[in-house]
């Protein structure tokens, strides 16, 4: 199974509305991070969290990091039609490797 | 820089033929990774690069496929035959130290007919 899972699979909103998206995991990690893909184009890195680290932000973005759950949420506040995209977290396959896995993706969809 | 740049974009092939991948990760980057994305298993990494030096190929699917990297420039996917179930679209990355940000480029998108 993934090492990343998102919840949900699947978001629709208002524009103007905050944007919650949630990753759990399974093994220790040094970090996490978060990920968008445009429809047709490549994932581009939004954040990255370290293990040590409870959130942190950046630009309309907030991201919690729970080790004692293995989880993430990611926050989008204030959302606009240009947010609508997938986004996926990815952990270190194993705590200190050097890959990622990805999960399945949230597809975010933004209503104008 | 131009970010991570991967040609062709699309490729359209018949099942039996020979299909050549290209990617050229960022100048300075020294990981390079070979992802495939599809509707049924997400987004899967084949194999990756530390410094030109394959490190980990337990994601490429069988032996028709290969990956080489020449050179810190410049890195090949290549399947042979290639067969309809290979039809996705194929993602290279790069990052600078593995536990940052990887750089995705545009990917190829495979149809084997």
């Known amino acids: 199974s993934q090492q990343g899972e998102e919840d949900p699979q699947a978001l629709s909103i208002q524009e103007g509305e905050n944007a919650t998206m949630n990753c759990s995991y399974k093994?220790?990690?040094?970090?996490l991070q978060w990920y968008r893909q445009n429809s047709g184009r490549g994932l581009v890195h939004l954040i990255l969290i370290r293990s040590n680290e409870r959130e942190k932000h950046s630009g309309r973005l907030r991201v919690t990091l729970d080790t004692s759950k293995k989880s993430s949420s990611l926050l989008i506040t204030a959302s606009r039609a240009a947010d609508t995209a997938s986004y996926f977290c990815?952990?270190?396959?194993?705590?200190?490797?050097?890959?990622?896995?990805f999960g399945q993706g949230t597809r975010l969809t933004i209503n104008p | 820089d131009a970010g991570v740049i991967q040609s062709p974009r699309h490729e359209v092939t018949e099942m039996g033929q020979e299909v050549t991948l290209r990617c050229k990760p960022i100048s300075g980057h020294d990981y390079l990774f070979w992802y495939r994305q599809t509707m049924m298993r997400g987004l899967e990494l084949l194999i990756y690069f530390n410094n030109n030096v394959p490190i980990d190929d337990s994601g490429m699917p069988e032996d028709r496929f290969s990956a080489k990297m020449p050179n810190a420039s410049f890195s090949t996917l290549k399947i042979q035959p290639s067969e309809p179930r290979d039809s996705a679209v194929y993602f290279c990355?790069?990052?600078?130290?593995?536990?940052?940000?990887?750089?995705f480029g545009p990917g190829t998108r495979l149809t084997v007919l």
């Open positions: 093994t220790s990690i040094n970090n």
């Open positions: 990815a952990t270190p396959r194993i705590q200190g490797a050097q890959k990622l896995v």
């Open positions: 990355a790069s990052s600078l130290v593995t536990y940052n940000e990887q750089f």
